[in-house]
T-cell receptor, first 112, second 110 residues
Framework: GENVEQHPSTLSVQEGDSAVIKCTYS??????FPWYKQELGKRPQLIID?????GEKKDQRIAVTLNKTAKHFSLHIPETQPEDSAVYFC???????????FGKGNQVVVIP | NAGVTQTPKFRILKIGQSMTLQCAQD?????MYWYRQDPGMGLKLIYY???????DKGEVPNGYNVSRSTTEDFPLRLELAAPSQTSVYFC?????????FGSGTRLTVV
């Protein structure tokens, strides 16, 4: 099955700096890669996703890049703000698969 | 649409007790999932369903049971609660790709 790993597990950044979280996956058949944000005590919420037919996608302030050859994808948060502090989960799934394989999550801390 | 609704939000159980965590969605999604999230950890899949009448085990099914008699509802049953089942439980549903999560049930077994 698919195995998704996230690095680093914790990332501290100064407010205004950028944050980049990288995920690697194992199944070359995976073609859908979402990112979820979970604030403290809240539910995970989808913030952006990318499909394998594109290499980059932007949604307002955040962006995701995908490298299918290397089997990794990254979340880019430029000009971080305190409200970006949260746990971010990446996931992957092959087409037709019934479920997502989640990474273990990255704790992002934005220092004011 | 209410999305995915979970009840109760909080519950304290004594060791050996049983309970059912309720999950309902009003989006007519075929796929539904139950995850548990231990403190500071990621999401572990307990059970999932691809449609009414069909369920399957995830990574950590021991100690739990599910049923899916309707498209809308996907209850999770805990039999003989143990301290190791102290966790936050999230239900989710999806139709095409993205998951929609419920607000979670925080369960403590003492």
């Amino acid at each position: 099955g698919e195995n998704v790993e996230q690095h680093p597990s914790t990332l501290s950044v100064q407010e205004g700096d950028s944050a980049v979280i990288k995920c690697t996956y194992s199944d070359s058949a995976s073609n859908y890669f979402p990112w979820y944000k979970q604030e403290l005590g809240k539910r995970p919420q989808l913030i952006i996703d990318i499909r394998s037919n594109v290499g980059e996608k932007k949604d307002q302030r955040i962006a995701v890049t995908l490298n299918k050859t290397a089997k990794h994808f990254s979340l880019h948060i430029p000009e971080t703000q305190p409200e970006d502090s949260a746990v971010y989960f990446c996931a992957a799934t092959p087409y037709g698969n019934n479920r997502l394989a989640f990474g273990k999550g990255n704790q992002v801390v934005v220092i004011p | 649409n209410a999305g995915v609704t979970q009840t109760p939000k909080f519950r304290i159980l004594k060791i050996g007790q049983s309970m059912t965590l309720q999950c309902a969605q009003d989006m007519n999604h075929n796929y539904m999932y139950w995850y548990r999230q231990d403190p500071g950890m990621g999401l572990k899949l307990i059970y999932y369903s691809v449609g009414a009448g069909i369920t399957d085990k995830g990574e950590v099914p021991n100690g739990y049971n599910v049923s899916r008699s309707t498209t809308e509802d996907f209850p999770l049953r805990l039999e003989l609660a143990a301290p190791s089942q102290t966790s936050v439980y999230f239900c989710a549903s999806r139709q095409d790709y993205g998951y929609t999560f419920g607000s979670g049930t925080r369960l403590t077994v003492v």
